[in-house]
Every structure is written in structure tokens, then in C-alpha cells.
């Protein structure tokens, strides 16, 4: 299937934009977004040609993700939940695959799964806990194998998309072995899984990032890759869909909220006063400087993945795209003046969605320590001060 998804993206946008702020209000999940999504064929596009999807590289989802975040933010944020997992089982290759033993059987799950995602299904990411956050290696999380398959038994927080997805992936550690840590996709249908409401946030409020439960027993091909202890391996390989994919999304909150700037010093007639003027030229100048940092990390990871120089331009996007999106939004916020920090209007929301950009992990202190250890000429996944992942 061949679409053009950055132009369904950006005819999206308008729309997604003109019911963000009621969802923002309600903090309820944006359903017609993502029926708009699906019917657009937009799950499929990090799923491979030949299995019905668009084949897209990781340039193309952050133009995608870009435009999303134009029209609505938390939209694409959690798309980006879905493009992760996509674009991950959709990234190995026969090659890569030999390399970290992955048997046929589980090859064959992969397909399926992203044979769904291009027909329609969507996947949420259940990784993070209260305590431990996105690190990996710190998990309470646990599975133990049982007859067919596993039990897995643990609690999730920041599930973007909790309680509507079609399956969630899940992050686990071994019982047998705490250093091993695997993920499973989880159909939603399940019994054992509990959604418990407690987002309620500052920012990002449509993204339904519930608290998820999890006492499940699962199949064995459930288990990604068909190999216990993958989930650290491939964080290392694919570093971008773990540090980077969010970026895209900042950076268009970001645009978005010059756009609302601009539009609302026109009608107020401000643009004679060279200070508003000044602080829109500034935010136009940052806004296209880290859409440009964006677009080199997504350049550099399809043409060279998992490259030293291709690592450091994802964690540079990551650090730009947070930091630039927060201090854009207050800029605007200041330039339109008071009038704009009323509930309901468009940058009060958008300066609250860029306040989160740098709170994603990784952080953007994390992500600033780490190129860091880099600049000095250490190895800034083994030597910061606490686990990467």
C-alpha cells in the first residue's frame, strides 16, 4: 500500500487541531483522532510493503509525527507509542535477526503483528513503573515460564493509550534471572489486565497515560523476538525509537505554538511592537534549528543505524527538541500576553504540552549527560552516573 503520509498527516492536523482543546479539557482520549488514523492507513506505516503497510524509513515517521503534533500534540504522542513498536519489529532484518538468534517461529509472529498494525490494530507501550521509570534494567515487572507460555505480573505507569489499544507491549524481567529482561505484546482482550485511571496531568492530558495492571498468562509467541533477554539488546541497537521518536513530536508542538502566536498578534494587531516582533523571529529561528537537528538524526538512522556519530545526533534531537518546545511555548505565551494564559486558549494547552517535552525520558538532563560522558571521550551508556535503560 502506497500513501502519501506526510501529506494525510498534514491535512490531518487542522482537524486534530480543532478538537484538541476540548480533549485537553475532558482529559479524555482522542477517539476520532485515531479513527481519522486508522482510516487514513497511518498504523501501517512503519509496517514493511510486503506485508501491507507503507514501508516507511524513520525520516518519513518524524515528518508524520511532525505534522501530527501541529494539530494536536498528545496525539502524536502516542501514535509515536505505536510507530515505536512498528518500526522496531519492522527494522530486523534477516540479517540482524540470524545475529541474535531468532528463531522462524518467531519471525512468523512478527509478520502477523504487523500485518494487523497495517489492517487497523494498534499497540501501546507498557514500560515505565512508579520508581524506576523507563530503565529497563530496573523493573519490578516480572515473568516466569509456565505451560505454552508465561505469567507475567507487575504494575505500569505512563501507559499512553491505556485502556484502548489493541495490545500492549510489555517490558518484564526474568525471575529466574533478574539481568534478563524480555518484552511481550499482550493482546488487550486478556483477562488479567486492569486499567487504572489516575491520569491527570499538567500537560499531554489526551494521551490517557493510565496506570496499567498486569496478571496475565500469554502464549509463547507472545514474547518479541522468540528469545528471552532482547528487550536491553535491542534498546542498544535501535537507540532512536527509545531517545528520539519523540522529538519530531516536540518539535511540532513547538511550530504549533508560533503558529498560534503569530495568529494571535495579528488579530490583536500587535505586530507593530518590535519586542513581540523579536521574540517570533527568535522562536521561528530555534523552531527550524532543531527541526533541522531532527531531520539529520532521522537522515543518519536510516542510511546508518547504531553508528557512534548516529547515536549522538539522536540524543542531540532529543535534547534540542525538549528543550527548545518549553522555552518557544513560554516566549509565545509572554508575547501574546495574559489574554492567552485563559483556559481554552490554544497556547495556554500548547504551553503545557511543550512542558513536557523535557520531562520524556530520556530526560533532557539525561540526554545532556550523555553527550557529555561522549564529549569527554567516555562511553555514555556504561558511564553515567545511573543505568541508561
Known amino acids: 500500500m502506497t500513501v502519501d503520509a506526510v501529506g494525510v498527516a498534514r491535512r490531518l492536523a487542522p482537524r486534530l487541531a480543532a478538537r484538541a482543546g476540548e480533549y485537553d479539557r475532558t482529559g479524555g482520549f482522542p477517539v476520532e483522532d485515531f479513527a481519522e488514523l486508522r482510516d487514513a492507513g497511518l498504523f501501517g506505516l512503519m509496517v514493511p510493503a510486503r506485508l501491507g503497510g507503507s514501508g516507511a524509513g524513520f525520516a518519513e515517521y518524524a515528518a508524520v509525527a511532525y505534522e501530527l503534533a501541529r494539530g494536536n500534540g498528545a496525539t502524536a504522542l502516542v501514535f509515536n507509542m505505536h510507530a515505536s513498536v512498528t518500526g522496531a519489529l519492522g527494522a530486523v532484518t534477516e540479517e540482524l535477526a540470524e545475529a541474535l538468534g531468532v528463531p522462524d517461529e518467531a519471525l512468523a509472529a512478527r509478520d502477523r503483528l504487523l500485518a494487523q498494525a497495517a489492517a487497523g490494530a494498534w499497540y501501546a507501550v507498557a514500560m515505565s513503573e512508579r520508581g524506576a521509570g523507563s530503565r529497563l534494567s530496573q523493573l519490578a ?75 496475565v498468562t500469554v502464549p509463547s509467541d507472545t514474547l518479541l523476538g522468540g528469545v528471552e533477554g532482547l528487550a536491553l539488546v535491542v534498546a542498544q541497537l535501535m537507540p532512536h525509537w527509545m531517545v528520539a521518536s519523540y522529538a519530531a513530536v516536540y518539535v511540532g508542538v513547538a511550530q504549533a505554538a508560533v503558529d498560534a502566536a503569530v495568529e494571535h498578534v495579528n488579530a490583536r494587531r500587535l505586530a507593530g511592537l518590535s519586542a513581540i516582533r523579536s521574540r517570533i523571529g527568535r522562536a521561528e529561528a530555534c523552531v527550524a534549528a532543531a527541526g533541522l537537528a531532527v531531520a539529520e538524526a532521522a537522515r543518519r538512522v ?58 520524556h525520558p530520556p530526560t533532557s538532563d539525561v540526554c545532556a549527560d550523555w553527550l557529555g560522558v561522549a564529549t569527554l571521550g567516555g562511553d555514555p551508556d556504561r558511564d553515567g552516573s545511573a543505568p541508561r535503560w
Not at 535534547?319 to 508575547?335: D, H, N, P, R, Y
Open 141 to 215: 515487572t516480572v515473568y516466569e515460564p509456565v505451560d505454552g507460555g508465561y505469567h507475567i505480573k507487575g504494575a505500569k505507569s505512563f501507559c499512553s493509550g491505556a485502556g484502548q489499544a489493541d495490545a500492549y507491549l510489555v517490558a518484564a524481567r526474568s525471575g529466574a534471572d533478574q539481568s534478563v529482561v524480555s518484552q511481550f505484546l499482550v493482546p488487550a482482550t486478556l483477562d488479567g489486565l486492569h486499567v487504572e485511571p489516575t491520569w491527570d496531568s499538567l500537560g499531554m492530558r489526551a494521551t490517557s497515560s493510565h496506570d496499567l495492571h498486569v496478571d
Open 302 to 359: 536510516d542510511e546508518a543505524p547504531g553508528e557512534t556519530e548516529t547515536n549522538r545526533w539522536v540524543w542531540r534531537a532529543k535534547l534540542l527538541a525538549g528543550t527548545t518546545a518549553a522555552e518557544v511555548a513560554a516566549s509565545m505565551l509572554e508575547a501574546a500576553g495574559t489574554s492567552a494564559t485563559r483556559r481554552g486558549h490554544p497556547l495556554e494547552r500548547l504551553y503545557r504540552d511543550a512542558r513536557c517535552g523535557s520531562l
